[in-house]
């Protein structure tokens, strides 16, 4: 079974920078894709990114594009969301997730772990 573990959330001013990892106990050839999520007070949980595990291939929502990266490091099987210039409408709770399909719907994903709090705010 894979277990996630979430890490790197925190209190960060507008326009901060933050970056989250998401540590596996094991990924398995079934789920090679790896998601992060966020979901706000009173909201839906939405897709921001996901990567996939042996090319590296991604996709960011249309809210986040140009200001966050996600990365991997198989090796260490933990995968990475770099944030930058943060917005107060960023501030939620960060999950990470696997899928064994190439969706940003959070449906199609499984294994969430516990996430991680972001507060964007001055």
């Known amino acids: 079974q894979v277990q996630l573990v979430e890490s790197g959330g925190g209190l960060v001013q507008p326009g901060g920078s933050l970056r989250l990892s998401c540590d596996a106990s094991?990924?398995?050839?079934?789920?090679?894709?790896i998601g992060w999520f966020r979901q706000a007070p009173g909201k839906e949980r939405e897709g921001v990114s996901y990567?996939?595990?042996?090319?590296?291939?991604?996709y960011y929502a249309a809210s986040i594009k140009g200001r966050f990266t996600i990365s991997r490091d198989n090796a260490k099987n933990t995968v990475f969301l770099q944030m930058n210039n943060l917005k107060p409408e960023g501030t939620a709770v960060y999950y990470c997730?696997?899928?064994?399909?190439?969706?940003?719907?959070?449906?199609?994903?499984?294994?969430w772990g516990q996430g991680t709090q972001v507060t964007v705010s001055s």
């Open positions: 094991k990924f398995t050839l079934d789920y090679y894709v």
């Open positions: 997730a696997v899928s064994n399909m190439l969706t940003i719907s959070p449906d199609d994903y499984h294994y």
């Open positions: 990567i996939r595990r042996s090319d590296g291939g991604t």
